[in-house]
């Protein structure tokens, strides 16, 4: 950002610079300590629709505009309403009434260590697919898959020094056998229950897309995997939120083909 001259002592905004973001987080552990790090507030108006559990909090940090949306806890029983459809309404929403230049989904994933993933490595998604959508039907079958790419983000990735890897979606925590085979045929390293869900909404709305996954979980380690999401989920959300703050940081004063 060059600011060179400007006696009023305000950053002068550069040219097609990234201004408006959005992120996406279904869990409330890991929005909150987000929440608190950029100094965001609730939003008492609003901009979704009347009755709906889903939050946007929102504030400035350096240049940026940015809303955290969390689609808030199920009204019928009370726990984060994770999963594909809260993920993919909000973000439409979000998109809808907030017009973001940038899309982030942060959140927590399970990790394969046969693809070198370990409890707390946090990853940039290259490509998002699902692995509970089966339609054994030409052209449906890769419907039903629904591969996209992330934005790409070469520059960020190589000075924060991230890891690159696919992920897969689906709306269950743990993994069928026929999960599993479908998981690996998406060469995926991380497996979450929204990312995919975005990306399809993304690519609907044309707004570009990057995924933040932090390893909670080793699907394919001998712990069960609710047990060892539960066990982690504070430490890593932690982490989670580090990263985030690189990612933001990092995108500040950029424009998209910077990043
Ligand atoms: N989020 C954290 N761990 C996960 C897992 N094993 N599967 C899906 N989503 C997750």
């Not at 975005?198 to 897309?209: G, H, I």
Request: net charge negative; glycine share 8%; with cysteine.
């Amino acid at each position: 950002m060059d600011g060179g001259g400007d006696q009023s002592g305000q950053a002068q905004k550069q040219k097609g610079a990234i201004s408006n973001i959005v992120i996406i987080i279904a869990m409330q552990s890991e929005a909150l300590p987000l929440v608190d790090r950029f100094h965001l507030t609730e939003d008492p108006h609003s901009p979704f629709p009347q009755g709906v559990p889903w939050v946007r909090y929102h504030g400035s940090y350096k240049d940026l505009n940015i809303n955290l949306i969390w689609p808030g806890k199920d009204p019928a029983l009370g726990v984060d309403s994770v999963g594909t459809i809260s993920s993919a309404l909000v973000t439409y929403a979000a998109i809808q009434a907030l017009h973001p230049d940038l899309i982030i989904n942060a959140g927590t994933a399970g990790g394969f260590k046969a693809k070198g993933a370990s409890v707390g490595d946090i990853f940039i998604i290259s490509d998002c697919a699902f692995h509970d959508r089966r339609i054994p039907i030409p052209v449906f079958d890769l419907y039903g898959v629904g591969l996209r790419k992330a934005f790409e983000t070469p520059n960020l990735v190589k000075e924060l020094n991230l890891q690159v890897a696919k992920l897969s979606t689906g709306d269950s925590l743990d993994m069928t056998q026929q999960d599993e085979s479908s998981i690996i045929s998406n060469d995926a390293t991380v497996k979450d229950m929204e990312g995919a869900a975005v990306a399809y909404v993304a690519e609907l709305l044309k707004v570009p897309a990057i995924f933040v996954k932090a390893v909670t979980d080793i699907v394919d380690g001998d712990k069960p995997t609710a047990e060892e999401f539960l066990q982690n989920l504070a430490a890593v959300t932690a982490a989670l939120d580090v990263a985030v703050e690189k990612v933001i940081s990092f995108i500040n004063g950029k424009s998209l083909s910077e990043l």
